[in-house]
T-cell receptor, first 111, second 115 residues
Framework: GEDVEQSLFLSVREGDSSVINCTYT??????LYWYKQEPGAGLQLLTY?????DMKQDQRLTVLLNKKDKHLSLRIADTQTGDSAIYFC???????????FGAGTTVTVRA | NAGVTQTPKFQVLKTGQSMTLQCAQD?????MSWYRQDPGMGLRLIHY???????DQGEVPNGYNVSRSTTEDFPLRLLSAAPSQTSVYFC??????????????FGDGTRLSIL
């Protein structure tokens, strides 16, 4: 397993960009994921990135990976009220299905 | 297509009681797992299974048992509930067919309180 760390809270104004940061310790992590959890619900996979990639863009979402610093970030463009949720980053090794999760970042979108 | 179904959604137990949290998936996924979610700690792996008849321990297995008699079902048993097991429990599954992309599908969770 590995340690995955995230800041716990982020407040952002509607229409601005949100940036959620994550650091991980295991350089063997091959797959890195971002999950979204809305109140009372399970986890929804938002996007993922492989360790051989530096960036991945998917509509309003941009994932950046800095392997040297073991730093992962998720940028949400034009943040909406529906983006208010807890966001988890998670990592897994290529030979292992087990996910190691960060504590989650609670994103609050204010009008 | 139901995905991953967990029952019950809510449960209150007394210390020392036993119960089984149910998890079923209809996607023919080989890999299934149980996590618990506690405030400020993210999700921690309790037990997992890579196929019918095969189970293994995760990060926090103590006080929990699992079995995997079929591909579809992966129940989690609390043998003697303790207040420290108050948590939200999530079941997840994924296919082992495509190792390049391993999205895990999560159920909606079971909220368990131990008094």
């Amino acid at each position: 397993g590995e340690d995955v760390e995230q800041s716990l809270f982020l407040s952002v104004r509607e229409g601005d960009s949100s940036v959620i940061n994550c650091t991980y310790t295991d350089s063997s992590s091959t797959y890195l994921y971002w999950y979204k959890q809305e109140p009372g619900a399970g986890l929804q996979l938002l996007t993922y990135i492989f360790s051989n990639m530096d960036m991945k863009q998917d509509q309003r979402l941009t994932v950046l990976l800095n392997k040297k610093d073991k730093h992962l970030s998720l940028r949400i463009a034009d943040t909406q009220t529906g983006d208010s949720a807890i966001y988890f980053c998670a990592g897994a090794r290529s030979n292992d299905y087990k996910l190691s999760f960060g504590a989650g970042t609670t994103v609050t979108v204010r009008a | 297509n139901a995905g991953v179904t967990q029952t019950p959604k809510f449960q209150v137990l007394k210390t020392g009681q036993s119960m089984t949290l149910q998890c079923a998936q209809d996607m023919n996924h080989e890999y299934m797992s149980w996590y618990r979610q506690d405030p400020g700690m993210g999700l921690r792996l309790i037990h997992y299974s890579v196929g019918a008849g095969i189970t293994d321990q995760g990060e926090v297995p103590n006080g929990y048992n699992v079995s995997r008699s079929t591909t579809e079902d992966f129940p989690l048993r609390l043998l003697s509930a303790a207040p420290s097991q108050t948590s939200v429990y999530f079941c997840a599954s994924c296919s082992s067919a495509d190792r390049a992309y391993q999205p895990q599908h999560f159920g909606d969770g079971t909220r368990l309180s131990i008094l």
